[in-house]
């Protein structure tokens, strides 16, 4: 099952070229290569939430199990997308860290090379050797070694990080390096600003979970209006009989599109 839907997904990227970077051994974040456990994770979530709704409301084990296969599928594509979404998020956090421990380093007198490295053996204890962040200084400092000028290193990291604070510190980082600028300035001018946006989005996501719990409790409530229904007895409301497959498949759809207008509501990026 596993390799049948690897398939899938891969036809879906079959548009997108792929880069390995300068090195030629580095990661693209624009996509999320899911593992076995992740397809696990995401069909069974979706056929858990898909087979129980359809269970609840038509009480058919066979229709609930194909509808809960059906689900499954579904929810892959967007648990590949939540994962995704996850990385680069605890990537742009790493990256807070990367300017933390250079805006140190330069603030010390060190150049460029020593700041980076210095940076390297911070953030190898902090996050640890597979931390995105430390492979990426790693690559970054295997091409210094190999003569590669650290402005193509960072936008090459920048072009595959797909985050845009990479790219405008890559980009800003390039002419202020070849026009003998202040890199100190520089980088702690970014640390700032990116601490000020992460910390506006935290604000905003303390604001809005409140109407995050909202719309989870009113997605669980006509689950629980049926299941309430059924054990005072009132089989009219769980029948299978034509008006009642009607409303319930029109119920199903309208709380369907309530949930994804409201999930986009609350999805606020800066």
Excluded at 126 to 145: P, S
Excluded at 164 to 190: H, L, M
Aim: with cysteine.
């Amino acid at each position: 099952m596993g390799e049948n839907m690897l398939k899938i997904f891969k036809q879906n990227e079959s548009r997108y070229i792929r880069q390995h970077g300068l090195m030629g051994d580095a990661d693209d974040y624009h996509i999320y290569n899911m593992k076995f456990i992740d397809y696990i994770t995401g069909f069974s979530i979706g056929f858990a939430g898909a087979s129980i709704t359809m269970y609840i409301f038509f009480r058919v084990i066979m229709f609930s199990a194909i509808c809960g296969a059906i689900g499954g599928m579904i929810l892959l594509k967007h648990y590949r997308g939540y994962r995704l979404e996850k990385r680069k998020n605890t990537l742009l956090l790493e990256f807070r860290d990367l300017l933390e421990a250079l805006t140190t380093s330069y603030s010390s007198g060190k150049n460029t090379m020593e700041a980076f490295s210095d940076a390297h053996h911070d953030l190898l204890e902090l996050h640890g050797e597979h931390a995105d962040i430390v492979k990426e200084l790693r690559l970054i400092l295997n091409g210094i070694t190999n003569n590669i000028i650290i402005e193509d290193l960072l936008m090459d990291f920048a072009n595959r990080s797909d985050l845009d604070d990479v790219n405008s510190f890559a980009n800003i980082f390039e002419s202020t390096n070849r026009q003998g600028g202040n890199i100190k300035q520089i980088v702690w001018d970014t640390r700032k600003i990116l601490n000020d946006k992460i910390e506006i989005e935290m604000e905003i996501k303390t604001m809005i979970t409140e109407k995050e719990n909202e719309l989870n409790v009113m997605m669980i409530m006509p689950l629980v209006i049926m299941v309430s229904l059924n054990g005072l007895g009132t089989m009219t409301a769980v029948s299978n009989n034509l008006n009642n497959i009607i409303v319930k498949i029109v119920a199903l759809v309208i709380f369907g599109t309530a949930y994804a207008i409201g999930r986009k509501i609350i999805s606020i990026k800066i």
